[in-house]
Protein backbone atom coordinates (compact mmCIF):
# COMPACT_ATOMS: atom_id res chain seq x y z
CA UNK A 1 0.00 0.00 0.00
CA UNK A 2 1.14 3.62 -0.90
CA UNK A 3 1.43 6.20 2.06
CA UNK A 4 2.02 9.99 0.80
CA UNK A 5 3.02 12.18 3.08
CA UNK A 6 2.94 16.32 2.46
CA UNK A 7 4.78 18.91 4.30
CA UNK A 8 5.75 22.21 3.63
CA UNK A 9 2.58 24.55 3.42
CA UNK A 10 1.88 28.17 5.82
CA UNK A 11 0.48 31.25 5.17
CA UNK A 12 2.62 33.63 3.28
CA UNK A 13 1.84 37.32 1.77
CA UNK A 14 0.81 37.26 -1.98
CA UNK A 15 4.36 37.51 -4.08
CA UNK A 16 5.81 35.05 -1.44
CA UNK A 17 6.93 31.41 -2.34
CA UNK A 18 6.38 28.51 -0.45
CA UNK A 19 7.72 24.57 -1.33
CA UNK A 20 5.63 21.75 -1.09
CA UNK A 21 7.17 18.30 -0.07
CA UNK A 22 5.24 15.01 -0.86
CA UNK A 23 7.14 12.05 0.68
CA UNK A 24 5.91 8.44 -0.70
CA UNK A 25 6.33 4.54 0.99
CA UNK A 26 4.98 1.53 0.69
CA UNK A 27 5.82 1.34 -3.56
CA UNK A 28 7.67 1.75 -6.49
CA UNK A 29 8.09 5.60 -6.40
CA UNK A 30 10.17 5.94 -9.37
CA UNK A 31 7.43 3.84 -11.50
CA UNK A 32 4.64 6.24 -10.85
CA UNK A 33 3.35 9.40 -12.16
CA UNK A 34 3.14 11.96 -9.73
CA UNK A 35 0.94 14.93 -9.25
CA UNK A 36 -0.48 17.74 -7.17
CA UNK A 37 -3.89 19.02 -7.03
CA UNK A 38 -5.67 21.44 -5.39
CA UNK A 39 -8.68 22.14 -3.43
CA UNK A 40 -10.26 25.53 -2.38
CA UNK A 41 -13.69 25.90 0.07
CA UNK A 42 -16.53 25.11 -1.60
CA UNK A 43 -14.89 24.19 -4.98
CA UNK A 44 -14.28 20.88 -6.56
CA UNK A 45 -10.55 19.12 -6.56
CA UNK A 46 -8.42 21.12 -9.32
CA UNK A 47 -5.02 19.84 -10.92
CA UNK A 48 -2.20 21.52 -10.65
CA UNK A 49 0.93 20.10 -12.09
CA UNK A 50 1.93 16.47 -12.59
CA UNK A 51 5.56 14.82 -14.16
CA UNK A 52 6.38 11.49 -14.95
CA UNK A 53 8.38 8.62 -13.53
CA UNK A 54 11.25 10.31 -15.04
CA UNK A 55 10.88 13.67 -14.19
CA UNK A 56 10.60 14.69 -17.84
CA UNK A 57 7.91 16.52 -19.33
CA UNK A 58 5.93 18.22 -16.61
CA UNK A 59 2.34 18.82 -17.15
CA UNK A 60 0.95 22.27 -15.45
CA UNK A 61 -2.07 24.27 -15.39
CA UNK A 62 -2.87 26.96 -17.21
CA UNK A 63 -3.75 29.22 -13.69
CA UNK A 64 0.00 28.19 -12.10
CA UNK A 65 2.07 28.00 -15.21
CA UNK A 66 5.28 29.99 -15.35
CA UNK A 67 5.26 30.64 -11.46
CA UNK A 68 5.03 27.03 -10.02
CA UNK A 69 7.82 23.88 -10.49
CA UNK A 70 7.19 20.27 -9.90
CA UNK A 71 10.07 18.10 -9.90
CA UNK A 72 10.72 14.69 -8.09
CA UNK A 73 13.52 12.91 -6.54
CA UNK A 74 13.26 9.20 -7.05
CA UNK A 75 16.48 8.59 -4.72
CA UNK A 76 14.56 10.39 -1.81
CA UNK A 77 11.13 8.88 -3.05
CA UNK A 78 10.02 12.72 -3.10
CA UNK A 79 8.14 14.94 -5.15
CA UNK A 80 8.12 18.87 -4.89
CA UNK A 81 6.09 21.38 -5.75
CA UNK A 82 8.30 24.81 -5.95
CA UNK A 83 4.85 27.87 -5.69
CA UNK A 84 6.13 31.29 -6.54
CA UNK A 85 4.29 34.27 -7.27
CA UNK A 86 1.89 33.25 -4.94
CA UNK A 87 -1.41 34.92 -5.03
CA UNK A 88 -4.35 35.15 -3.09
CA UNK A 89 -6.31 32.38 -5.49
CA UNK A 90 -3.96 29.93 -4.80
CA UNK A 91 -5.04 29.67 -1.08
CA UNK A 92 -6.21 26.16 -0.81
CA UNK A 93 -5.78 22.60 0.46
CA UNK A 94 -2.82 20.94 -1.27
CA UNK A 95 -2.91 16.97 -2.42
CA UNK A 96 -0.33 14.91 -3.96
CA UNK A 97 -1.30 12.27 -5.75
CA UNK A 98 0.47 8.79 -7.68
CA UNK A 99 -0.83 7.27 -10.58
CA UNK A 100 1.06 3.55 -10.63
CA UNK A 101 -0.39 3.12 -13.87
CA UNK A 102 1.14 6.10 -16.07
CA UNK A 103 -2.30 6.85 -17.73
CA UNK A 104 -0.91 9.70 -18.45
CA UNK A 105 -4.74 11.60 -17.77
CA UNK A 106 -2.81 14.59 -15.99
CA UNK A 107 -5.97 16.59 -14.98
CA UNK A 108 -8.04 13.68 -14.33
CA UNK A 109 -8.08 13.24 -10.47
CA UNK A 110 -9.69 9.62 -11.40
CA UNK A 111 -6.35 8.35 -12.93
CA UNK A 112 -4.39 8.74 -9.02
CA UNK A 113 -5.25 5.94 -7.06
CA UNK A 114 -3.25 7.30 -3.72
CA UNK A 115 -3.50 10.60 -2.49
CA UNK A 116 -1.79 12.48 0.79
CA UNK A 117 -3.64 13.82 3.37
CA UNK A 118 -3.11 17.51 2.49
CA UNK A 119 -1.56 20.48 3.43
CA UNK A 120 -3.19 23.67 3.61
CA UNK A 121 -1.64 26.44 1.57
CA UNK A 122 -2.72 30.37 2.60
CA UNK A 123 -1.91 33.33 0.63
CA UNK A 124 -3.25 36.39 2.31
CA UNK A 125 -3.35 39.67 0.46
Known amino acids: QVQLVEFGGGLVQAGGSLRLSCAAS????????MAWFRQAPGKEREFVAA????????YYADSVKGRFTISRDNAKNTVFLQMNSLKPEDTAVYYCAADPYRRLRWQNKDAYDYWGQGTQVTVSS
Open 51 to 58: IRWSGSTP
Open 26 to 33: GGTFSSYT
